[in-house]
């Protein structure tokens, strides 16, 4: 019913840039908070960022604080992550998700795009 798909990834420098986009369709679009998460070879799907519904609260985990940034178009029913000064170690496949109230805990979370591939070279 919730449909989200995640694009805007690619292969880029280190301390370059990538804007992430996910747009949702199914169901009302600002009733639900939203998320990144990001999950690279061999290890768990670690928390990045996430937003409120009305972009009045945002959450960022240490590894990323001063070079990411989420925000949310409503109108557009989109959800952004602007990514700077990407290092190595951001190489990951980041997931963009969905869920009826605020939260930073993956499994907690209800919906979920595909996926996009994100990677850094040195």
């Known amino acids: 019913q919730v449909q989200l798909v995640e694009s805007g990834g690619g292969l880029v420098q280190a301390g370059g840039s990538l804007r992430l986009s996910c747009a949702t369709s199914?169901?009302?679009?600002?009733?639900?908070?939203m998320g990144w998460f990001r999950q690279a070879p061999g290890k768990e799907r670690e928390f990045v960022s996430a937003i409120s519904w009305s972009g009045g609260r945002t959450d960022y985990a240490d590894s990323v604080k001063g070079r990411f940034t989420i925000s949310r178009d409503n109108a557009k029913n989109t959800v952004y992550l602007q990514m700077n000064s990407l290092k190595p170690e951001d190489t990951a496949v980041y997931y963009c998700?969905?869920?009826?109230?605020?939260?930073?805990?993956?499994?907690?979370?209800?919906?979920w795009g595909q996926g996009t591939q994100v990677t850094v070279s040195s």
């Open positions: 199914g169901r009302a679009f600002s009733s639900f908070a």
């Open positions: 998700a969905a869920r009826y109230s605020y939260g930073t805990y993956a499994p907690t979370y209800d919906y």
